[in-house]
């Protein structure tokens, strides 16, 4: 809903107050059903890529792969006139959509065999704080509320990643790449969300996800990574991770920010914390330090509170 203007405002802010803004209407039930599906999906990221036996980064890379593979032909059937006539200004922020989202699955999926699942879910899933952080450099003023979550957030990850230095640097080390991680994310949701204000999920999607491939391709060319020499289960794994977190996840998450916004997006996000979690630690018996438990309540409390400070 547009504020009164004493005096106006720069182009950016008011762009990325807007971008943040949840829907004035009623929040649609399918939206949201969708958007619980996403997180579902999600959350079976975490698990399921600690549990395949390949380099991460070729991971991450052929899951977009893949998804390139499934999405490509029915988009180029039914949306080829649109991804013809796509806005340079739309198509150029989906590139670059695209490039955050290779940086954060080249952050994120390695950080999964660093520390534990649930730490690195719930550091990667600060993007609500990482998105107030970027509104604040463009000129946006957030509520009192946001700033105390945000506060509170901080030092849920204070302790957590003091917990993860107590066991090894190495945990420490994926902390940090599971918070860039989160960084990352949040520039992909706002490119995401203004792009999709003019251009269809599939079309937005399948240049991301190409953009993405390509992205990572080149990451892992330049670190050596092996690229195949695996059994057959392993490809099956990151088929399941494709189908799951890729496709239900991350493109049922593309559908629904148009009418959800980014800001509700991103916050219903949090549930891939304890949902990651429950999973590593029911499959694969991936159990956090019991001084762990206080940091996530203490980050997703904040982040809540960052949420419904948002609203207002």
């Known amino acids: 809903m547009p504020a009164a203007r004493p005096a106006p405002a720069p182009e950016s802010a008011t762009t990325a107050s807007a971008a943040l803004r949840p829907p004035a209407h009623p929040l649609p039930t399918v939206d949201l059903l969708l958007l619980a599906v996403s997180i579902a999906g999600i959350s079976m990221s975490g698990p399921l890529i600690s549990a395949t036996a390949a380099p991460a980064l070729a ?5 977009n792969v893949m998804s390139v593979g499934v999405l490509g032909p029915y988009a180029l059937l039914r949306h080829r006139a649109e991804l013809r006539g796509i806005p340079r200004r739309a198509l ?15 952050l994120w999926m390695p950080s999964l065999r660093m520390t534990s699942v649930a730490s690195a879910t719930a550091l990667v899933t600060t993007t609500p704080l990482w998105t107030i952080l970027l509104m604040r450099l463009l000129g946006h003023r957030a509520p009192r509320m946001v700033w105390l979550g945000m506060t509170v957030a901080f030092a849920g990850v204070l302790v957590l990643t003091g917990v993860d230095l107590s066991l090894s640097p190495r945990a420490l080390l994926g902390d940090a790449l ?10 992909y949701m706002l490119l995401g969300a203004e792009v999709r204000k003019t251009v269809s999920t599939t079309a937005y999607t399948l240049v991301c996800y190409a953009t993405t491939a ?33 496709l239900l996840g991350h493109s049922l998450s593309n559908r629904v920010v148009r009418t959800l916004g980014p800001s509700i997006t991103s916050t219903a996000i949090l549930l891939e914390t304890p949902g990651a979690a429950a ?11 019991a001084a762990a438990y206080p940091a996530v309540v203490l980050i997703l409390l904040g982040l809540v509170l960052v949420a419904r400070g948002g609203r207002r």
């Open 59 to 63: 991971i991450a890379l052929w899951r």
């Open 92 to 106: 150029l922020l989906a590139v670059a959509a695209g490039v955050l989202l290779a940086v954060h699955f080249a």
């Open 178 to 187: 599971a918070l860039a991680a989160g960084l990352a994310a949040a520039g």
């Open 214 to 246: 390509a992205g990572l391709l080149v990451i892992c060319l330049a670190t050596g990574t092996h690229l195949s020499g695996w059994p057959a289960g392993v490809w099956w794994q990151i088929a399941l991770l494709m189908v799951t977190a890729q």
């Open 279 to 289: 999973i590593a630690a029911l499959w694969l018996g991936q159990w956090p330090p």
